[in-house]
């Protein structure tokens, strides 16, 4: 799992979506479970190129451009996960404010295939909308999604 990382990671720092990819495709047919190629190669990836960027070895455009990667990659994982009885009840999720998608996916997914029924709001969600959704839906969760700080404060 250490050579995908490593190299999954040297290709969204050379902004090379055919290689990610292509590492990806690699890793599934050598049956590795979608679920653990997202942990352990995707997210670890992610942080690694968050903490380059706290360190300066990594440029806003790396990180910009592996996010973009990585999308694509995650959009390919996702259909792939197991399905589980719902037992988890219904989560109604969403992006508050901002149009940053790529972490409420990544969590709705990980909830669907952990049997919970998610309903998705989408990207610059409203406060009151997560409120009359929660109620129209009956849900037993709100899982609010954001980026930028100003987003975070209106939580």
Excluded: C
Aim: hydrophobic share 50%; no cysteine; glycine share 10%.
């Amino acid at each position: 799992m250490k050579a995908y990382l490593y190299n999954f990671l040297a290709a969204l720092r050379a902004a090379d979506r055919v290689r990610a990819n292509r590492l990806i495709g690699d890793a599934l047919a050598e049956a590795i479970a979608p679920e653990q190629l997202l942990d352990q190669v995707v997210i670890a990836s992610l942080n690694a190129l968050g903490e380059g960027w706290e360190d300066g070895s990594v440029s806003l455009t790396q990180v910009y451009m592996g996010g973009r990667i990585v999308e694509e990659v995650i959009e390919s994982l996702l259909p792939r996960f197991g399905k589980h009885p719902q037992t988890w009840g219904k989560i109604v999720i969403g992006t508050l404010g901002d149009h940053h998608g790529l972490g409420q996916r990544i969590v709705g997914s990980y909830l669907a295939s952990a049997g919970a029924e998610v309903v998705s709001l989408g990207l610059g969600v409203k406060p009151a909308v997560f409120v009359e959704r929660a109620i129209a839906e009956d849900a037993d969760l709100v899982a609010i999604s954001v980026l930028m700080y100003h987003s975070a404060l209106e939580v």
